[in-house]
Each structure stands twice: as structure tokens, then as C-alpha cells.
């Protein structure tokens, strides 16, 4: 299957340059390009993408305010953002994550990583690396939302279903947590998307940012096999 990239960036030059990276992998197509968030709506409702690419600070519309549109359009929910920016010193990001985005990486990225970065934001199956979730883990605790969360959000998970957001939290992705557990990949991912659809989460980004603001798990908590 061939993964559909819109590029958003409101810099021409840094927006070629992953063009050539991307064009150049079999299995993914640059559809569209935009350098605003305004100017990515547009782009979305002529072409069909699977993953947006997106800057935070752009022009006219930001990528937190565009991301937030695309994930609260029903006509896109399909569509997943993964956010290119600075993110280890980038207090937008939680902001972002909030919004919607799928997951986040940082401009320094090398070209193999933001190659499987698109890969699995396309799949869902592994959004945030262990380096990733401790910086967002960072942002829940300097910067509390806030529209508060309901303490209850995850109160209808079973304790199973619980057990795999502690995992999901920590970082790791399906294939380790099931190494962890002793149970197949494919378990993991079917309770991890139970438990996004009851949090009513898109993906795991805000599974990991709610299990945070409910307390499910607590800052400096020990991995669950711990």
C-alpha cells in the first residue's frame, strides 16, 4: 500500500528536501504541498492524504490550529499529523498533541527515522519513540491543560486494558510490549485500541497525554513489570 504525504512547511527549501527524501521510497507519495496551515486545508480537500507533515509556526495558520481542523473533520478522520519541529525545546508541542497530532519528531531527524516515523503514524501501531513520550511526558507536568480532563475518562477500561496504557506510556512499541507481557503483538494492539476507542483517543499520543492528566500513571512511576 502506497502511504499519501500532504507537506506542509512554510519553508520552500526544507519542503523539496523532504520531497526527495519521500518520492524516492517505494511505498510512500508526496500528494500536495502547502505552506500554511490555511493553504493545507485547502490542499486536503483536493487530494487525498493518509499522513500530514506539519511545521508548528507557520504564517496565517499555524500547525496547531490547522491539525486541530483536520482532526475534528469528519470527512478526515483518516488522516493522521505527525509534527516535524524542534520538539525537545518547543513548548507548542503538548499544545499540538492536544490538538490532535499523531505523534512528533524533531527537524534533526535522520532520513530513515522519518521515513518509519511516517510508516508507523500511518498504521498506528507505534507513535512515540521512549525519547518522544518522556518530552511529552515533560509537558503534562509543566503545562496542565486548562479545560480540565475528567478524572473518570478512563474509567470504563477493564484492568487489562489499563495495564497496556501503563505500557504504552512508557514508550515502547506493540512487538515489546508483547515481548514484555509474553502474549503476541496482535493482543497488544487489540487492547490498546479498545482503549482508544472507550477514551474516544485517535491514537496513542493522547491515550499517553490522558493516562497522565487522570492519573491512571503518575509521574516517575516504574514500568509496570517493575
Known sequence: MT?????????????????????????????GEASTGTAAMQALREVSADVVLMDIRMPDMDGIEATNLITTDAALDTVKVLILTTFEHDDLVLAALRAGASGFLGKAVSPEDLLDAIRLVATGDQLLSPAATRALIQRVLEQPDTTATPSNA??????RERELVRWVATGLSNAEIAEQLVISPATVKTHINRAMAKAHCRDRAQLVVLAYETGVVAPGQPSPSQ
Open 154 to 159: 478512563l474509567d470504563g477500561l477493564t484492568e
Open 3 to 31: 502511504i499519501r504525504v500532504l507537506l506542509v512547511d512554510d519553508q520552500a527549501l526544507l519542503r523539496a528536501t523532504f520531497r526527495l527524501l519521500l518520492d524516492a521510497a517505494p511505498d510512500i507519495e508526496v500528494v
